[in-house]
């Protein structure tokens, strides 16, 4: 009979241990980060309407990525969007719509050293913080620089100046106001 309850006992000691374990390893409220290869900038208005790409296939430390040089006219206003893919799934996995449904744990931030360009009108998370997977691109004179995208992943505050959380990825494309 002492078995018996030693064995009642000591199941019950590793039902309740289990039981914790399987709460303590519970899943957070988190959203997993992006793994991204590339990223396309579909520009359009005033009679123009072309994309841009920055591509990674291998991902960070093989090969230089592809980028293209944003080359846009000047005097316009243009329409952005951002198009974000995996190319290392089979098919490619188009992530644009899953970061659409998390927008209130991202953010697109534009980093923007052209002169004769101004960003501006980033479209807004569900919960009315900026986004930025759209915005207006206002050309004004012939310049060029630099145009640094980057998307911030669980920010910490989307207002901020640097709105910290993790960095998806954070791109230059360079740009030619013509």
């Excluded at 409220?29 to 920055?54: C, M, P, R, Y």
């Excluded at 899953?98 to 923007?112: C, G, M, P, Q, R």
């Amino acid at each position: 009979m002492k078995h018996i309850k030693f064995s009642f006992f000591g199941l019950l000691l590793i039902g309740i241990t289990a039981l914790s374990l399987m709460t303590a390893c519970k899943k957070d409220n988190q959203t997993e980060q992006e793994f991204i290869t590339k990223i396309v900038v579909h520009l359009s208005g005033a009679g123009f309407d072309k994309e841009f790409v920055w591509q990674d296939r291998d991902g960070d430390g093989g090969a230089a990525p592809l980028i293209d040089t944003i080359s846009i006219p000047a005097n316009v206003q243009l329409s952005a969007s951002l198009h974000v893919f995996d190319e290392s799934q089979t098919p490619v996995a188009d992530v644009t719509e899953e970061i659409k449904a998390e927008n209130t744990a991202h953010l697109f931030v534009y980093k923007n050293s052209v002169a004769g360009l101004t960003i501006s009108d980033l479209n807004t998370d569900n919960n009315g913080k900026p986004f930025g997977l759209e915005s207006k691109w206002t050309t004004t004179t012939v310049s060029s620089g630099l145009v640094e995208i980057l998307l911030h992943h669980e920010p910490t505050d989307k207002t901020a100046a640097e709105p910290g959380g993790e960095i998806d990825f954070d791109v230059a494309f360079p740009v030619k106001v013509r």
